[in-house]
């Protein structure tokens, strides 16, 4: 079956350092993989698109100067989280394509910041 | 402005009753609502989907009636468990979209025993 892991699941960073999770599709090659940001109240952000052949599409209120991102391959995705302050803390889930429907999400990357 | 609304907020049920969870959408260019499953603590997991050509889907206890005139569709749980207590949401996208999802703002159903 199709399935997405993410790394870590959860990770704990001091206001202004960086850290960077991963997004793995295992069973299947992605042509998107889009990241997200899931709030406390469960409303989802989409924070950038990439797509296989395309520039990799940022979301307003979300840079690539603030949340670069690699996509080097049809099945890994990662993601930095540059000088993380309070606001960027959430649930930063991977959503993953499998041809031209269905999407499957990681278990997500828990990020807190202290 | 909320293109993906869903309702109610939170619902109860007892066990073996039908849950019924709504969601409406307002951009006509959306053609495929897939509903995703999410516990605490965990990423949302795809249950059931369905393509707007067609207006009924099933999965085992899991039952989509779509709507596209109206754009409406709800998610049927049938003989709910206390298992299907966690949060529901209805999402959509258009035709070419990659993996870029409209989500709704979900459904919290407990099904008491």
């Known amino acids: 079956g199709a399935l997405v892991y993410q790394y870590p699941r959860r990770t704990i960073c001091k206001s202004g350092t960086s850290m960077r999770m991963e997004c793995q599709a295992v069973?299947?090659?992605?042509?998107?993989v889009a990241w997200y940001r899931q709030s406390p109240q469960k409303t989802f952000e989409l924070i950038a698109l990439?797509?296989?052949?395309?520039?990799?599409?940022?979301e307003q209120n979300f840079t690539q100067e603030k949340f670069p991102i690699s996509h080097p391959n049809l099945s890994f995705s990662s993601m930095t989280v540059l000088n993380a302050y309070l606001e960027d803390r959430g649930l930063y889930l991977c959503?993953?394509?499998?041809?031209?429907?269905?999407?499957?999400f990681g278990k997500g990357t828990r990020l807190t910041v202290v | 402005q909320q293109q993906v609304r869903q309702s109610p907020q939170s619902l109860t049920v007892w066990e073996g009753e039908t849950a019924i969870l709504n969601c409406s959408y307002e951009?006509?260019?959306?053609?495929?609502f897939p509903w995703y499953q999410q516990f605490p603590g965990e990423g949302p997991a795809l249950l059931i989907s369905?393509?707007?050509?067609?207006d009924k889907k099933e999965d085992g206890r899991f039952t989509i009636f779509f709507n596209k005139r109206e754009k409406k569709l709800s998610l049927h749980i049938a003989d709910s468990q206390p298992g299907d207590s966690a949060t529901y949401f209805c999402?959509?996208?258009?035709?070419?979209?990659?993996?870029?999802?409209?989500f709704g703002g979900g459904t919290r159903l407990t099904v008491r025993p």
């Open positions: 959503g993953a394509r499998k041809s031209n429907t269905e999407v499957f």
């Open positions: 069973g299947f090659q992605a042509t998107s």
């Open positions: 990439s797509t296989v052949n395309s520039a990799i599409k940022y």
């Open positions: 951009n006509s260019a959306f053609d495929y």
């Open positions: 369905i393509l707007s050509v067609s």
């Open positions: 999402a959509a996208s258009g035709n070419n979209a990659g993996a870029k999802l409209t």
